[in-house]
């Protein structure tokens, strides 16, 4: 149909059509919130490059927990900081560490949200790789046990879901062998299947505290130039075990969560990451974009390009404005 049989601005004439003809929603049940748990009690340390983040003491996650669960978010993610490093990584298993101590705080005061647990050394290794390092190598089979016993960990202590992050090879049929094997075959995995080597990462690395001493990811992390490669990553994982497939970060790489959802039959999930989250409030402080349309188109895309999930550092602020 052409012009003028066809106009289409008829369907754009007004809210309810345009209400209507909408081909995505985002809805809340998407969101998922990452928090940054610390030690001790009653503190909110302001993330600088994060503008509305914190890294948080046990009692305001909780609180954090509370609120996005009234907002309407069906989950968070946790990321721990903890009091010590070392280059074994002890505190990222330990029965008493951060996340362990946090997540059963949050499954007991706040049962009804899902709880998912990110799953990595970085934050824990005096170095801030994500794997066992000798000899300045990063020895992906010996980081195998750690993460797979950091995963028990998490779940033991009450996680719902865990998530995977550190791209050592072969560590999701890892945990999720561990997992079956002692009771917990009904613990989805989340796998951070296509994670790129990314510039996006920076303010998180202030964030969690995790940024590597020496060297880059570059040996584990994807090369953002790669896109067939991301399928091979997807298949392998899904092979392993994993029940959702992440994308991360999400805005320079829409078209591999558009050609992932073409090609896997499994939820996609997309990271929408704190760089990508600092750069839109930086112009929101600057006062040059309105940042409350941005995110929304932000997340928006995301949807369209074929996300079924979406981490992200607005998710309460986007509940609430879907709640309106
Ligand atoms: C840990 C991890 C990172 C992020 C999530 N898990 C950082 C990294 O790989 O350096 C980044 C999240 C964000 O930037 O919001 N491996």
Redesign the pocket.
């Given at each position: 149909m052409l012009f003028p049989d066809y106009r289409g601005r008829r369907l754009r004439a007004n809210k309810n059509f345009r209400r209507m003809i909408q081909e995505t929603k985002l809805s809340r049940d998407d969101l998922i919130l990452?928090l940054f748990a610390i030690e001790g009690k009653a503190k909110k340390r302001p993330i600088e490059s994060m503008p509305g983040h914190f890294q948080l003491s046990c009692d305001h996650i909780v609180t954090a927990a509370k609120e996005a669960s009234d907002a309407g978010i069906p989950a968070i993610i946790l990321?721990g900081i903890p009091d010590k490093k070392d280059p074994l990584a002890t505190r990222a298993y330990a029965a008493d560490s951060i996340v362990q101590k946090t997540v059963q705080a949050v499954k007991e005061k706040v049962p009804d949200i899902c709880v998912i647990t990110?799953v990595?050394l970085?934050?824990y290794m005096d170095h801030g790789h994500?794997g066992f390092v000798e000899n300045g190598i990063i020895d992906n089979d010996a980081s195998l046990d750690l993460l797979a016993k950091t995963a028990l960990s998490h779940v033991k202590a009450g996680a719902d879901m865990v998530a995977p992050?550190?791209?050592m090879d072969g560590r999701v049929g890892e945990i999720r062998q561990t997992l079956d094997e002692e009771g917990f075959s009904h613990i989805p995995v989340m796998s951070?299947a296509v994670?790129y080597s990314?510039a996006?990462?920076?303010?998180?690395?202030q964030?969690?505290e995790?940024?590597?001493q020496f060297g880059d990811?570059k040996t584990y992390?994807m090369d953002p130039a790669n896109a067939i490669e991301a399928i091979r990553e997807a298949t392998m994982d899904i092979e392993e075990g994993a029940d959702i497939i992440m994308v991360?970060?999400a805005l320079s790489y829409l078209d591999i969560i558009y050609r992932l959802k073409q090609e896997i039959d499994l939820p996609i999930a997309a990271?929408n990451?704190?760089?990508?989250?600092a750069i839109m409030k930086a112009g929101e402080i600057m006062g040059w974009v309105n940042a409350k349309e941005l995110i929304m188109e932000t997340l928006l895309s995301i949807k369209r390009a074929g996300a079924d999930l979406i981490?992200t550092?607005s998710a309460v602020d986007v509940a609430r404005e879907l709640n309106n």
């Amino acid at each position: 149909m052409l012009f003028p049989d066809y106009r289409g601005r008829r369907l754009r004439a007004n809210k309810n059509f345009r209400r209507m003809i909408q081909e995505t929603k985002l809805s809340r049940d998407d969101l998922i919130l990452p928090l940054f748990a610390i030690e001790g009690k009653a503190k909110k340390r302001p993330i600088e490059s994060m503008p509305g983040h914190f890294q948080l003491s046990c009692d305001h996650i909780v609180t954090a927990a509370k609120e996005a669960s009234d907002a309407g978010i069906p989950a968070i993610i946790l990321f721990g900081i903890p009091d010590k490093k070392d280059p074994l990584a002890t505190r990222a298993y330990a029965a008493d560490s951060i996340v362990q101590k946090t997540v059963q705080a949050v499954k007991e005061k706040v049962p009804d949200i899902c709880v998912i647990t990110d799953v990595c050394l970085c934050g824990y290794m005096d170095h801030g790789h994500c794997g066992f390092v000798e000899n300045g190598i990063i020895d992906n089979d010996a980081s195998l046990d750690l993460l797979a016993k950091t995963a028990l960990s998490h779940v033991k202590a009450g996680a719902d879901m865990v998530a995977p992050s550190d791209m050592m090879d072969g560590r999701v049929g890892e945990i999720r062998q561990t997992l079956d094997e002692e009771g917990f075959s009904h613990i989805p995995v989340m796998s951070y299947a296509v994670k790129y080597s990314s510039a996006f990462y920076g303010p998180f690395r202030q964030a969690a505290e995790s940024a590597p001493q020496f060297g880059d990811r570059k040996t584990y992390q994807m090369d953002p130039a790669n896109a067939i490669e991301a399928i091979r990553e997807a298949t392998m994982d899904i092979e392993e075990g994993a029940d959702i497939i992440m994308v991360k970060p999400a805005l320079s790489y829409l078209d591999i969560i558009y050609r992932l959802k073409q090609e896997i039959d499994l939820p996609i999930a997309a990271y929408n990451v704190s760089g990508e989250y600092a750069i839109m409030k930086a112009g929101e402080i600057m006062g040059w974009v309105n940042a409350k349309e941005l995110i929304m188109e932000t997340l928006l895309s995301i949807k369209r390009a074929g996300a079924d999930l979406i981490l992200t550092y607005s998710a309460v602020d986007v509940a609430r404005e879907l709640n309106n």
